[in-house]
Structures are given as structure tokens and as C-alpha cells.
């Protein structure tokens, strides 16, 4: 129940294109979900996150959509850039409770 | 900026050796977090520190103890390294509290750790 499973573990977008990174939960306690970004030779840093009193939040060219009822969220990159090429980490919480992590998805944006 | 800073970006040890992996941040935080991230495994939380002084083991504590003496270093320690703990080791620290920005961590680069 403390988990969270992300998808897919690669993926590959052409410039200007759309990635979407997929990311479920089981623990409905949870009331918080950010995402994060790696670079390289980085550590992770918080990219965007949403709690669930909304459906979706909107940063520039990165969406989050969350579906309560299905226990889902995801990650829209809209126009993606090379520049976008990183590992994307999901995450859940309770309240300031313990992050719990999906296992990452390595996005390559191909100019 | 705030930062967090772990001092050994790459570190080659030999099975059975003693590691100290340093960490310090200059945010005044006093959540600080051990993290192990290995390829299709994501973040998986070895020890964390409320305060100084104060330790919780995490996930996976076995093979590692930590250090807080001081509110802005938290230090790892693998006792005798294994080749099983060849990994990439973040530290992390957190603000306290409830707000809404309360459970945004901030990372350092990273020690990526070889056991041979």
C-alpha cells in the first residue's frame, strides 16, 4: 500500500513532442504529490507538485493531471526540449510525512 | 541559494573498509535525510534526523549507522562496505512544519560510491 509505481522506465520523445510520465498509488492517505527532476552528475530537484483538492496544475510547459478516483497522476511535458532530458522521479506523501518514490523514468528528447 | 553539499562526488573503497560520507547544508533545515538511489530502484531512504542528535532508520538502515552533532551536518557511515553497497548515496535536507512548502527536499549532487 506504500507504494508508488511509475512508468515507463524509458522513454524517448522528439523534440516537440509531448512525454508523459505515468505514476499510481495505493495509500489514499496520500495528500501530495511532486515531481522531480535529475540531470546528470544532479541531484534531484522539485520540478512541480500538486495536492489533490485540484485536477491538474499548470508550471510553463510542465502539467500535472491527477485522477483522485483512480488513484493516478502524471506528468505532461508540452513542446519537450532537449533541454528536457533528465530523470523524472514521482513521489507521495502523507501531510509532511515520508516522501515515497517511483522507481524513475529516464526521458531522451531527440533534437 | 541554498545548498546542500556532499563532499566526496566519487569515492573508491576496497570490500571491508570503514566509508564516511559527509553532508552539510546551509539552509538551517533540521530535517535531514540518507538516500540510495540505484537504476530502476528510484530514492530509497536509508536514515533520517529530525534534529541534532535524533536519528530513524529508514528503509534500508542495514550495513549503515549516521552521525548528527551538529544542526547542518549529517554524515553516513558504512561500518565495513560491501560490494552490495556500490551505489549512488543523496543527501537531502527539509524545513519543518506544516506549510505548504514543508515537504520540499533539497538535494546535493550526490557520492557515487564504488566498492571493490
Known amino acids: 500500500q506504500q507504494q508508488v509505481k511509475q512508468s515507463p522506465q524509458s522513454l524517448i520523445v522528439q523534440k516537440g513532442g509531448i512525454s508523459i510520465i505515468n505514476c499510481a498509488y495505493e495509500?489514499?492517505?496520500?495528500?501530495?504529490f511532486p515531481w522531480y527532476q535529475q540531470f546528470p552528475g544532479k541531484g534531484p530537484a522539485l520540478l512541480i507538485a500538486i495536492r489533490p483538492d485540484v485536477s491538474e496544475k499548470k508550471e510553463g510547459r510542465f502539467t500535472i493531471s491527477f485522477n483522485k478516483s483512480a488513484k493516478q497522476f502524471s506528468l505532461h511535458i508540452m513542446d519537450s526540449q532537449p533541454g528536457d532530458s533528465a530523470t523524472y522521479f514521482c513521489?507521495?506523501?502523507?501531510?509532511?510525512?515520508?516522501?515515497?518514490w517511483g522507481a524513475g523514468t529516464k526521458l531522451i528528447i531527440k533534437p | 541559494d541554498v545548498k546542500v553539499t556532499q563532499s566526496s562526488r566519487y569515492l573508491v573503497k576496497r570490500t571491508g573498509e570503514k566509508v564516511f560520507l559527509e553532508c552539510v547544508q546551509d539552509?538551517?533545515?533540521?530535517?535531514m535525510f540518507w538516500y540510495r538511489q540505484d537504476p530502476g530502484l528510484g530514492l530509497r531512504l536509508i536514515y533520517f534526523?529530525?534534529?541534532?542528535?535524533?536519528?530513524e532508520k529508514g528503509d534500508i538502515p542495514e550495513g549503515y549507522s549516521v552521525s548528527r552533532e551538529k544542526k547542518e551536518r549529517f554524515s553516513l557511515i558504512l561500518e565495513s562496505a560491501s560490494t552490495n553497497q556500490t551505489s549512488m548515496y543523496l543527501c537531502?535536507?527539509?524545513?519543518?512544519?506544516?506549510?505548504?512548502?514543508?515537504?520540499?527536499?533539497?538535494f546535493g549532487a550526490g557520492s557515487r560510491l564504488t566498492v571493490l
Open positions: 513521489a507521495a506523501s502523507r501531510s509532511n510525512y515520508q516522501l515515497i
Open positions: 495509500n489514499t492517505a496520500f495528500d501530495y
Open positions: 537531502a535536507s527539509r524545513a519543518p512544519g506544516i506549510h505548504s512548502g514543508a515537504n520540499v527536499l533539497t
Open positions: 534526523s529530525y534534529d541534532v542528535k535524533m536519528k
Open positions: 539552509m538551517d533545515h533540521e530535517n
